[in-house]
């Protein structure tokens, strides 16, 4: 049977995708955001449990090579800054579709990822702020940045090299089983948080005109020295 691998930034409604994947296809095994440190696994029935702290007993490595032996169908996310090209060959070269999601409103999705980690506190299901007391740091913008370059430097290599059915799908069109991943704002609009607004736009302006040409061999460096485990641990 054919699996259903997930993959798109965080934030951009990979989990709830992933829980109406598996409402189609309850037969599937559901192995949630498997390459998360905040998932660990019990195998070889591959369940996977949350671990609070963070402190897993399978690291990547270990966890690709044991769904690699898995023998039952699944339905998976992989947040695109979980990617490598281990996991890449390996996603390419299954019976599988994919299905790579997006956002069409930059801005909004720049606001959710800020406000998501705000106080260092992923995901919070209700957010409470005063208007303008919130600043985005410059280590934000320069972590937002590295998503944004990851997350498009696979989605162009999954559609250039994969042979596998890719199916595109917005945020904003998807139709999510529960509300368990959409936060409840006390403010309407999620830039009246921000005190300095200015900067922000300038910045996701000039984001939006910078041209990657991800098939050079110096940029996929660069991109691929980013990521989470070396080409040694095969």
């Known amino acids: 049977m054919t699996n259903h691998i997930v993959i798109g930034k965080m934030r951009s409604g990979t989990n709830g995708f992933g829980e109406l994947l598996h409402l189609r296809h309850p037969e599937h095994t559901y192995l949630k955001e498997y390459f998360s440190t905040i998932y660990d696994i019990d195998d070889p029935a591959l369940s996977v449990k949350y671990v609070p702290n963070r402190v897993i007993k399978y690291d990547i490595p270990k966890k690709l090579n044991l769904l690699k032996n898995f ?64 600043v985005v740091p410059d280590k934000l913008f320069d972590t937002y940045t590295v998503n944004y370059i990851i997350h498009d430097y696979w989605k162009h290599r999954l559609d250039a090299e994969s042979g596998l059915k890719i199916e595109h799908h917005f945020y904003e069109d998807i139709k999510f089983p529960t509300s368990n991943y959409h936060s409840v704002y006390n403010l309407s609009n999620r830039m009246d948080y921000i005190s300095n607004k200015q900067q922000v736009m300038d910045y996701l302006i000039k984001l939006k005109k910078t041209t990657i040409h991800y098939d050079n061999t110096t940029v996929q460096k660069a991109i691929l020295d980013t990521l989470l485990w070396p080409d040694t641990l095969v």
């Not at 169908?73 to 994919?98: E, R």
């Not at 990822?113 to 303008?132: E, R």
């Open 71 to 134: 023998d039952k169908p699944y339905v998976c996310n992989i947040a695109t800054t979980q990617m490598d090209n281990h996991i890449f060959g390996y996603v390419t070269n299954t019976d599988s579709v994919l299905y790579v999601l997006n956002r069409k409103n930059l801005l909004e999705h720049f606001l959710a990822y800020f406000l998501a980690w705000t106080d260092d506190s992923y995901i919070k299901l209700n957010f409470s702020a005063k208007p303008g007391s919130l």
